[in-house]
């Protein structure tokens, strides 16, 4: 694994910037995951109010992604592609949303329920939200490890018999899209670097009902579960700070 990158003040300034304005999109999205829309509104909404705040959707084009946002319905893990899809009563859907802004990347992405839903969705979505910020938490903990995070997530999601997906991780962010470090969400035996300050990365669980593994499709993007059963998801950007961990994708 190459040496993880070290953020000055400044660079983290403008990561900062990006992130208070996906965290802005990504409330307008939000409020959009309604009965009737289509993955394509949101896909949309979310490319043209990028860059009307005079940033960039970093999805668009991304190792040949065709869309400025991802939009992971129900069985859906990750990298769901906005198309024709439209949100019915009960859907859960994970809107993952990075922009650049002045030359910054910042990532967040929420699940969203779209009217009613069952017990065991909001437990889910519940859950997911949890394991993001017991994540965050851990990183505050004086001679924290990367590896922490994925100890404590896993044991989150084992208490209510829920699994972690092992396929996708978070990420270092910056200048670059994916950069060290490396954030397993799963419990690993080896301990991982050492949470430095100047560290800006993304915590970002993928929690499933039954069976961690996932299922490509055809497309080469989307991820599914192997069994059908619901996956939902979280992620913040962070940057660890002499005082402490700075959740970077919050509005201001
Ligand atoms: N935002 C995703 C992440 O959390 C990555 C999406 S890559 C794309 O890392 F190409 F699918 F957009
Ligand atoms: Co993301
Ligand atoms: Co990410």
Not at 7 to 31: N, Q
Not at 93 to 98: A, L
Not at 115 to 135: I, Y
Request: with cysteine; proline share 6%.
């Amino acid at each position: 694994m190459p040496k993880t990158p070290i953020k000055t003040p400044k660079e983290i300034e403008r990561i900062r910037d990006c992130g208070a304005l996906v965290a802005e999109t990504l409330a307008k999205a939000g409020e959009m995951c309604k009965p009737g829309v289509t993955t394509q509104d949101i896909d949309n909404f979310v490319r043209e109010f990028t860059l009307k705040n005079g940033a960039i959707p970093a999805c668009l084009g991304y190792k040949g992604f065709p869309k400025s946002v991802c939009t992971s319905v129900n069985e859906v893990v990750t990298h769901g592609i906005p198309g024709l899809y439209m949100l019915k009563e009960g859907d859960i859907i994970n809107v993952d949303i990075t922009s650049i802004l002045n030359g910054y990347h910042a990532d967040s992405s929420r699940t969203f329920f779209v009217g009613e839903q069952k017990p065991n969705a909001v437990e889910l979505v519940t859950v997911a939200r949890e394991c993001l910020f017991e994540g965050i938490k851990v990183c505050e903990q004086p001679g924290a490890r990367i590896s922490d995070i994925g100890a404590i997530i896993t044991g989150i999601a084992e208490e209510h018999d829920f699994s972690v997906v092992r396929d996708y991780c978070g990420h270092g962010i910056g200048k670059k899209f994916h950069e060290s470090p490396e954030v397993s969400h799963c419990r690993s035996f080896v301990p991982g670097p050492r949470i430095e300050p100047g560290m800006v990365f993304t915590i970002e669980p993928m929690i499933n009902e039954g069976t961690p593994k996932v299922r490509l499709l055809e497309d080469k993007w989307t991820a599914v579960t192997a069994d059908g059963k619901l996956s939902a998801q979280w992620e913040h950007t962070i940057a660890i700070t002499p005082h402490g961990v700075e959740i970077l994708t919050l509005a201001r």
